[in-house]
């Protein structure tokens, strides 16, 4: 995928990023890879953004504008549900 991709095109890469392996993770490294997913802090629901390797990096208020920030930052997004 690259930074020209819509919401679904990331949707259907991350659908092929669930079948790799732990080693195959590690291979891409967290400076490469956000994934966002649906959270509620303080009651309200938003989107947050991770680095591959789990670190916190962000949150928005909708999936959009977190593939957009991902985007942004010459990143790669990836879904998880």
């Given at each position: 995928m690259n930074r020209n991709d819509t919401p679904d095109a990331a949707a259907a890469g991350a659908a092929s990023l669930k079948a790799l392996s732990v080693a195959d993770w590690a291979s891409f490294g967290a400076e490469d890879i956000a994934y966002v997913r649906p959270v509620v802090v303080d009651g309200v629901e938003a989107i947050a953004i991770?680095?591959?390797?789990?670190?916190?990096?962000?949150?928005a208020p909708s999936t959009d504008l977190a593939i957009a920030a991902i985007l942004q930052h010459e990143m790669e997004p990836a879904l998880v549900h």
């Open positions: 991770h680095a591959a390797d789990g670190t916190p990096i962000g949150a």
